[in-house]
């Protein structure tokens, strides 16, 4: 049975930085593209960072470029989203992904597998 489990999340001012933290059983992330997400109340899921098997490319969107880093440690099957200078908008339950899928140099659509989520708030 795969499991994904979030942790890091929290409160902190505007300014700030959270460092989340996903870990996986039944799955080893080695074999898998990963992806960072979040949704916003009222807001859909929306894509935030990933990184690709075996080459380890990365892919952020543009609202987290240069605020945002997504890392990956194979040998502890973790992937880590570390998050700088948050905005109140990056308010959200954060969840991680894997079998995200990339084409043509983009982030095309989200995978199978999902964790549960953990929350981050910004306040101002």
């Known amino acids: 049975q795969v499991q994904l489990v979030e942790s890091g999340g929290g409160l902190v001012q505007a300014g700030g930085s959270l460092r989340l933290s996903c870990t996986a059983s039944?799955?080893?992330?080695?074999?898998?593209?990963l992806g960072w997400f979040r949704q916003a109340p009222g807001k859909e899921r929306e894509f935030l960072a990933g990184s690709t098997r075996y080459t380890d490319n990365l892919y952020y969107t543009d609202s987290v470029k240069g605020r945002f880093t997504i890392t990956r440690d194979n040998a502890k099957n973790m992937v880590y989203l570390q998050m700088d200078s948050l905005k109140p908008e990056d308010t959200a339950v954060y969840f991680c992904?894997?079998?995200?899928?990339?084409?043509?140099?983009?982030?095309?659509?989200?995978?199978?597998?999902w964790g549960q989520g953990t929350q981050v708030t910004v306040s101002s």
């Open positions: 039944g799955l080893d992330f080695t074999e898998y593209h």
């Open positions: 992904n894997a079998g995200t899928i990339y084409a043509d140099g983009k982030y095309y659509a989200s995978g199978r597998y």
